[in-house]
């Protein structure tokens, strides 16, 4: 099993820059896909972006490409999301979460394991 642990949120002005983290312990990082979720208050969970063992492979919500970007560095047993360009609508919480195995998903059903999250604020 994983443990995930997010941090990196905070309170930014739209158009501002974000970098979340998501620190990864338990295993080794590379059986896993992970993917970034956000949740705002009210609202269902949404997929955010994906990213695949090594990396190879990236998926994002299409609200977001080209402003986020979703990265990985299993030395470090750590996933990355870069947030530039940032706009109110992208105030949640937001989740960093994890699979075993190669198959991307964008339920977030298909995710074992999910950290505390991390709240972004973006204000106008």
């Known amino acids: 099993q994983v443990q995930l642990a997010e941090s990196g949120g905070g309170l930014v002005q739209a158009g501002g820059s974000l970098r979340l983290s998501c620190a990864a312990s338990?295993?080794?990082?590379?059986?896993?896909?992970a993917g970034w979720f956000r949740q705002a208050p009210g609202k269902a969970r949404e997929f955010v972006a994906a990213?695949?063992?090594?990396?190879?492979?990236?998926y994002y919500l299409d609200s977001v490409k080209g402003r986020f970007t979703i990265s990985r560095d299993n030395a470090k047993n750590t996933v990355y999301l870069q947030m530039n360009s940032l706009k109110p609508e992208d105030t949640a919480r937001y989740y960093c979460?994890?699979?075993?195995?190669?198959?991307?998903?964008?339920?977030?059903?298909?995710?074992?394991?999910w950290g505390q999250g991390t709240q972004v604020t973006v204000s106008s």
């Open positions: 979460a994890a699979r075993s195995g190669a198959l991307v998903f964008r339920r977030g059903s298909e995710y074992a394991y």
């Open positions: 338990g295993g080794s990082f590379s059986g896993y896909t």
């Open positions: 990213i695949t063992q090594w990396g190879g492979s990236t």
